[in-house]
């Protein structure tokens, strides 16, 4: 609009067309929304950080009552939760005993986030661990013993000593997918999984986890992108553990919550504090049961803190000393052993005496298993390493496939012949 001479009148904006403007919501299970802002401080050759800003003094708050986890359920998770902790424990110490080949990844104060979500798998459907998730890894089956062989490479390991790490899986009793040392790259590894169940003619809930660091790299971009783009029961675990490695949060991405990014996939994005049970569990369950749906994938954005270094090298120097003494008080068992104990009253104090003191004889009798377990012998070494006749043999675990085109959503038929190809190459 031109303005005219002698007038008064300013400009109007022009009005935006309409549909242009859109807004998103993204839900937040937590009962606090902690904010702290750090600065990065040098001096000479070293670097540390400092909170800048942040009340570290709050206590913490309850654990919110679950819509879906029943009584037994709830003790059940709890003793996981225990069994994780003193499994990592375990673990500490036989690292510093030399009997553990290799370094050791610790999740200390994400039990909740690992074991709950877990939990709200089915038998029949699939995860994909990370190096923190051991919680999940016992919640699918997997014995502590188990989890300290590997890391100690015994003969009886999952992988009968040829890796001394996290990387181990079970694709035909407890469908757990092998952790990938490369971030990110499990994302579309557990898309493929469901879209293999869809095309045997089921919905499954699918679930995988990447860090905060991790989120930023471009196969999980493209993974959950393909995920979106064909509706599949994705679950993606972003566990926000405020340092990727030794990056805090602050100085990784500008969005303020990691979940904001599902807004640029078209998926729903969740927002839970890690260190509550009951929290995790019901964002965890609302998602599969989407996927179960065929509705597609969701993104959950688990706020916590990395209680320990990246892995037992590091002794997380560069964390400041009050934002651990803040997340002590988030202790996500002790805080659930208060809601069972004293807030809902489903454990007595003997009877959680039992089921801890429980938890310490099936820790001792798995340690003592894995460090009286043998070596593997020498000439084992060749065997496993070549293909050999059937050893790659992968049955349908649903059904035989049936023909799916490339943008079918939903498992439903396209109208194409079964005789007619998806792609037709000259």
């Not at 504090?273 to 599969?288: I, L, M, R």
């Not at 649903?398 to 959503?409: D, F, K, Q, S, V």
Request: hydrophobic share 35%; with cysteine; charged share 25%.
């Amino acid at each position: 609009m031109v303005k005219k001479k002698g007038s008064s009148q300013k400009p109007r904006a022009k009005s935006p067309p309409s549909g242009d403007l859109r807004s998103y919501t993204i839900r937040d299970y937590r009962l606090e929304k902690p904010s702290f802002t750090l600065r990065q401080v040098r001096s000479g050759d070293e670097v540390r950080y400092e909170v800048e800003s942040g009340d570290l003094s709050r206590p913490a708050p309850p654990i919110r009552e679950s819509k879906y986890l029943r009584r037994e359920q709830c003790i059940e998770i709890y003793r996981w939760m225990l069994l994780n902790r003193r499994m990592e424990t375990a673990l500490e110490n036989l690292y510093k005993q030399g009997q553990v080949v290799g370094g050791v990844y610790f999740g200390l104060g994400q039990e909740a986030c690992s074991c709950a979500s877990a939990y709200a798998l089915r038998k029949d459907e699939w995860l994909g661990p990370m190096i923190r998730n051991q919680g999940a890894l016992l919640v699918r089956g997997f014995s502590p013993a188990d989890i300290m062989m590997q890391y100690m490479a015994k003969s009886g390991s999952p992988t009968k000593g040829r890796d001394a790490s996290s990387h181990f899986g079970d694709i035909e009793t407890r469908n757990v997918v092998s952790p990938i040392s490369t971030l990110g790259d499990l994302i579309p590894v557990l898309a493929g999984v469901a879209l293999g169940a869809r095309l045997q003619g089921k919905h499954i809930a699918v679930m995988t986890y990447i860090g905060d660091g991790g989120q930023s790299t471009g196969v999980t971009y493209e993974g959950l992108n393909f995920a979106a783009v064909q509706n599949l029961g994705l679950v993606l675990i972003v566990e926000n553990n405020l340092w990727g490695y030794s990056t805090p949060a602050d100085m990784q991405f500008r969005v303020k919550d990691l979940a904001e990014r599902a807004i640029a996939y078209g998926i729903p994005g969740v927002i839970v504090d890690g260190t509550d049970a009951c929290q995790v569990y019901d964002a965890c369950h609302e998602a599969c049961e989407r996927a179960r749906r065929g509705e597609g994938p969701t993104l959950i954005e688990a706020k916590m803190m990395r209680m320990k270094g990246h892995a037992i090298h590091d002794a997380a120097e560069y964390v400041p000393k009050p934002l651990f003494e803040y997340w002590k008080r988030r202790d996500p068992i002790a805080r659930l052993e208060d809601y069972l104990v004293s807030q809902k009253k489903w454990l007595t104090a003997a009877d959680n005496e039992e089921l801890i003191a429980g938890v310490e004889r099936q820790l001792e009798a798995d340690r003592e298993l894995a460090v009286n377990s043998p070596m593997p012998s020498p000439e084992s070494a060749a065997g496993g390493v070549y293909c050999e006749a059937g050893c790659h043999e992968i049955k349908p675990k649903y059904a035989m496939p049936g023909l799916r085109t490339i943008g079918e959503r939903g498992g439903q038929s396209s109208g194409r012949k079964r005789s007619e190809a998806a792609v037709h190459l000259k």
